[in-house]
């Protein structure tokens, strides 16, 4: 594996925001969302089905549809649906022996959630509902908060103008998360046939707080090499940082997402799903997000001549890896993701803190919030130290 640690420069190969909009336009980049699902109980579940068969849609069609366009019969897997959920992105236990969980959300109306929509939360333990003020309260998260990774596969089904779209789109996240977030942003190939892996900005660890270096670091490489799609090895390093020495070094060197200081924490990749190059496999990587309670949006775009199997495929598979704690959403191209992405970006500017006193008895229970019908649960451990990387931890 092939793992480049970048020194950001502000003028090396980077594209200003406007030229990533403007070859977008050029390219015509029209596309319609697939799916979306996510949030524990919120979102579709991606339950849309698909017939290669009897959809007749030429790709020249699809190409040119947009979001307001009437689908013909048996298409129905090209239907746009938002993300919808409730993230827990962290727990912790503090000095005095409470519970904080760190949430932010999304409404089924597609708008994000507020601190007024979670002040009138349901919480409940272990089935109960227990009290706001005597039982729990909940405020605005402040800085200094979200520790935050954003992955890009750079293989050969993925277009151009997917890369340079998702580009904008973590300019977007990144514009509206909390002040004082931190992150870091991969991009994966392989070169030619083992893992290559660029992490930006600034030399290892990476985790910068500077909003130009990441939003350059967003900017789309056009010297990257674009073959295979090691997305396993992208997330595994995302979560652990280097690969080869990550189970050998002490935990909690700070390299990795899940080693961060910082008590809420998500994972964004954009890929096809159909991992093709990697020597971490998924059950493995999955096993590592369960342990460490790691929410993941998964983003899918697909190969420029699309196969409805290969697209159920990485769908299926990008929806594994979202688990029940995040959610993915599919398209055909990065052109049309604006619209929803942009409300649960807007959602991580709006991230709460939800207390709950320790008499509630918490830790031997599970803790579930619900917004309007959305919700999401968390069982203990809540305190999920930096070893949880560790095969057999088991909290």
Excluded at 43 to 57: H, I, P, R, Y
Excluded at 205 to 224: E, G, I, M, R, V
């Amino acid at each position: 594996m092939e793992y480049i640690s970048n020194t950001y420069t502000s003028s090396a190969n980077n594209f200003p925001f406007w030229s990533r909009g403007f070859s977008l336009l050029l390219a015509g980049t029209l596309a319609l969302l697939l799916s979306a699902c996510g949030g524990a109980d919120g979102g579709n579940n991606g339950t849309a089905s698909a017939s290669k068969a009897e959809c007749t849609l030429t790709q020249d069609q699809i190409d040119v549809l947009t979001p307001d366009d009437v689908l013909p019969a048996n298409c129905d897997f090209l239907k746009v649906s938002p993300i919808v959920g409730l993230f827990i992105l962290g727990t912790e236990i503090d000095a005095a022996g409470d519970l904080k969980l760190y949430v932010n959300g999304v409404k089924r109306n597609g708008t994000p959630m507020t601190l007024t929509d979670f002040e009138g939360a349901a919480v409940t333990v272990g089935g109960d509902t227990v009290d706001r003020f005597d039982d729990w309260d909940v405020e605005d998260a402040g800085g200094d908060v979200l520790s935050l990774v954003t992955l890009a596969d750079y293989s050969s089904s993925i277009s151009t103008a997917d890369l340079l779209g998702m580009g904008n789109l973590y300019d977007i996240v990144q514009d509206n998360a909390r002040p004082g977030f931190e992150a870091e942003t991969i991009n994966f190939s392989t070169n030619p046939d083992a893992p290559y892996l660029v992490v930006k900005p600034g030399e290892l660890p990476h985790w910068t707080d500077d909003l130009d270096a990441l939003k350059a670091a967003n900017d789309y490489d056009d010297s990257f090499p674009r073959v295979d799609t090691p997305l396993y090895d992208a997330m595994g390093t995302g979560l652990l940082g280097p690969l080869d020495d990550a189970y050998n070094a002490s935990p909690g060197d700070g390299l990795g997402l899940v080693e961060r200081n910082r008590p809420a924490t998500l994972l964004v990749a954009q890929s096809d799903g159909v991992d093709n190059a990697s020597q971490l496999t998924e059950d493995a990587l999955v096993s590592l997000m369960d342990r460490c309670h790691t929410t993941a949006i998964m983003v899918g775009t697909f190969q420029l001549d699309p196969d409805i199997d290969r697209i159920l495929e990485g769908r299926a598979t990008l929806e594994r890896l979202a688990g029940t704690r995040g959610a993915f959403v599919n398209a055909l191209n990065a052109s049309f993701l604006e619209a929803v992405i942009t409300p649960f970006a807007e959602s991580l500017g709006n991230l709460v803190v939800f207390t709950l006193y320790q008499d509630t008895l918490f830790a031997e229970e599970t803790v579930r919030i619900e917004v309007d019908n959305v919700g999401a649960s968390e069982a203990k451990p809540f305190d999920i130290p930096a070893d949880c990387q560790i095969p057999g931890w088991a909290g």
